[in-house]
């Protein structure tokens, strides 16, 4: 892996997304998010996804005027936003920062987003609430896309509808980012461009059969991914999906009964402050004590400690802070192809990054 400094890559993504057509704010808070993404170790879904982003912008499938947003608000602490397509992570940010205002003042605040185009990384939204000691949560739906198949089933009905939440804590904070099913479509995609096996059959063949095989997903009718649980528990992961499902697209009005054909995804973000209910002391006291008894717990392998959701991704981000970060092949790849179709191809910066 080459070696990247976090701030040029930011500097870059900005300039491309300008270039493109984006309001400067949201092209950088849409650089912000994706380095945000590859700072946690999250590589799927950081800045290999700019190349995507920037495509869509100039090819009107995608949008970077804030002004085209549409809230609408129907409580202090409810909100519901029509994004029309602008780039997700400006969305998710506006969406979260109203929910925090909601929750600095009620307790709780929650806005639910349509029509959002895709929205990157769901952990790499967490961090800046959980240190002011409030409790974030994201999810999200793509009502385009269908690769998860209901238990029982072969034929892929919906997403694999992840959810994020983020808890505060003194000693040990977590960044909690979990799909409702075995494995995303990011892995199955990355799996099969390196010509490699999953580590697990938690793909479904359209014959009913499970497998590690990506090609089985990309069959005629296609395969599908399993829920999370697998044949076994299957039916816990898509009660789960459902429910994201329900929260976003359901609550906010517009979905796959509406047959959208753009890349994008329904979501709601919610934020609570512990403060409005048994006081952030006392959550804090209660999170790093169940921390504790964890990190504690007896190993059942000696030589692999328990490790908390997030504790991994945030070691990385403090490391790739200081020494920069490393980025996969085909990161790199898809971001010289990003360079190679703007004006900044022979750009010093563009130079300095080896692109």
């Known amino acids: 892996m080459t070696t990247y400094s976090p701030e040029h890559l930011h500097e870059l993504l900005t300039a491309l997304f300008e270039e493109a057509g984006a309001h400067r704010e949201v092209a950088d808070t849409t650089a912000d998010v994706l380095v945000e993404g590859d700072l946690l170790g999250h590589h799927t879904h950081g800045i290999k996804l700019a190349n995507g982003y920037l495509k869509d912008l ?32 400006y969305l998710i940010r506006r969406a979260l920062e109203h929910a925090r205002q909601a929750a600095e003042g009620f307790g709780i605040g929650i806005v639910t987003l349509k ?14 609430l959980v240190e002011r000691d409030l409790v974030p949560v994201v999810l999200s739906s793509d ?56 580590a697990h059959p938690a793909i479904l063949t359209n014959r009913g059969t499970a497998s590690d095989d ?12 399993l829920p999370l649980g697998g044949q076994a528990f299957g039916h816990k992961g898509f009660a789960l999906g459902l429910m994201v499902e329900a929260l976003t697209s359901a609550l906010g009005g517009f979905g ?50 328990v490790r908390l959701p997030g504790q991994s991704g945030l070691a990385k981000r403090q490391q790739y802070l200081r020494e920069g970060i490393p980025l996969p092949d085909d990161v790199v790849e898809s971001l010289r192809q990003a360079v190679a179709g703007s004006t900044l191809a022979d750009g010093s910066l563009s130079r300095a990054l080896g692109l």
Not at 115 to 123: E, G, K, P, Q, V
Not at 167 to 175: C, E, Y
Not at 176 to 198: C, F, H, P, Q, Y
Request: proline share 10%; hydrophobic share 35%.
């Open 143 to 198: 009502p385009a896309v269908a690769s998860v198949a209901p238990y029982g089933g072969i034929t892929p009905a919906y997403t694999p509808n992840p959810l994020a939440i983020g808890i505060p804590g003194r000693d040990n904070p977590m960044l909690i980012d979990v799909s409702m099913s075995s494995i995303t479509n990011g892995t199955v995609n990355k799996t099969r461009a390196e010509g490699g096996k999953l």
């Open 58 to 89: 100039k090819a009107g499938k995608a949008s970077g005027d804030p002004d085209t947003l549409e809230m609408t608000e129907s409580s202090p602490v409810a909100a519901v936003i029509d994004g029309h397509y602008v780039l997700g992570p």
């Open 214 to 225: 990506p090609e089985d997903f990309f069959t005629t009718p296609p395969g599908s991914i």
């Open 256 to 305: 796959r009964k509406d047959a959208p054909t753009q890349w994008g995804a329904s979501a709601t973000v919610m934020v609570i402050d512990p403060a409005r209910f048994g006081g952030t002391d006392a959550f804090v006291e209660e999170t790093d004590f169940l921390t504790r008894r964890c990190l504690e717990s007896e190993r059942a392998d000696p030589d692999v400690a």
């Open 115 to 128: 029509r959002s185009h895709h929205i990157a990384c769901l952990a790499a939204y967490l961090r800046p």
